[in-house]
T-cell receptor, first 112, second 112 residues
Framework: DTGVSQNPRHKITKRGQNVTFRCDPI?????LYWYRQTLGQGPEFLTY????????KSRLLSDRFSAERPKGSFSTLEIQRTEQGDSAMYLC??????????FGDGTRLSIL | DAKTTQPPSMDCAEGRAANLPCNHS???????VYWYRQIHSQGPQYIIH???NNETNEMASLIITEDRKSSTLILPHATLRDTAVYYC?????????????FGSGTQLTVLP
């Protein structure tokens, strides 16, 4: 059973650098979500794709953040000019239509 | 504002049933009650969901009160691996693409 896969699992970078994360959803899932989780808090929604279309973005998704899902398969989340406050766990989830969302184990980002 | 209330922490002896309560200040007729859990350093894991009837699967049972504002997740024979943060989330309507809104959850610790 191949679940949601996220890479890398950990990323350490210096403030001001750009970073990109990848999410491979469960193969038949047409919906893909990105969430962010900071220490001690529950995950917070960032953005959502249905197939290749990005249909919703949270106000948390500043203009330094961009997400893509070319061809409706894998997705990437890029953060430009990283800041200390971007340190968090970035989680990806996928679902088929209205079925439960299934999460990957996330990418932990640390900004030095 | 709608509010979800869960105890911040609970302990349970290994082998005993763990009963985790959840209250919603408001819940619409077409909103489901979902339960997820998050083991340390992993992504949230879907457990079970229900609309108004009690539900059971291989992981847990879900009891929903008649007014649907309260639910209880039951882990019938807790093991050390069930130690996690448990989130109760209302979500719907069926088929929607709505994101999950996580609260603070309940930290369940299963004691040997």
């Amino acid at each position: 059973d191949t679940g949601v896969s996220q890479n890398p699992r950990h990323k350490i970078t210096k403030r001001g650098q750009n970073v990109t994360f990848r999410c491979d959803p469960i193969s038949e899932h047409n919906r893909l979500y990105w969430y962010r989780q900071t220490l001690g808090q529950g995950p917070e929604f960032l953005t959502y794709f249905q197939n290749e279309a990005q249909l919703e973005k949270s106000r948390l998704l500043s203009d330094r953040f961009s997400a893509e899902r070319p061809k409706g398969s894998f997705s990437t989340l890029e953060i430009q000019r990283t800041e200390q406050g971007d340190s968090a766990m970035y989680l990806c989830a996928s679902s088929f239509m209205g079925q439960p969302q299934h999460f990957g184990d996330g990418t932990r980002l640390s900004i030095l | 504002d709608a509010k979800t209330t869960q105890p911040p922490s609970m302990d349970c002896a290994e082998g005993r049933a763990a009963n985790l309560p959840c209250n919603h200040s408001t819940i619409s007729g077409n909103e489901y009650v979902y339960w997820y859990r998050q083991i340390h350093s992993q992504g949230p894991q879907y457990i079970i969901h229900g609309l108004k009837n009690n539900e059971t699967n291989e992981m847990a049972s879900l009891i929903i009160t008649e007014d649907r504002k309260s639910s209880t997740l039951i882990l019938p024979h807790a093991t050390l691996r069930d130690t996690a943060v448990y989130y109760c989330i209302k979500w719907g309507p069926a088929g929607s693409a709505r994101q999950l809104t996580f609260g603070s959850g309940t930290q369940l610790t299963v004691l040997p």
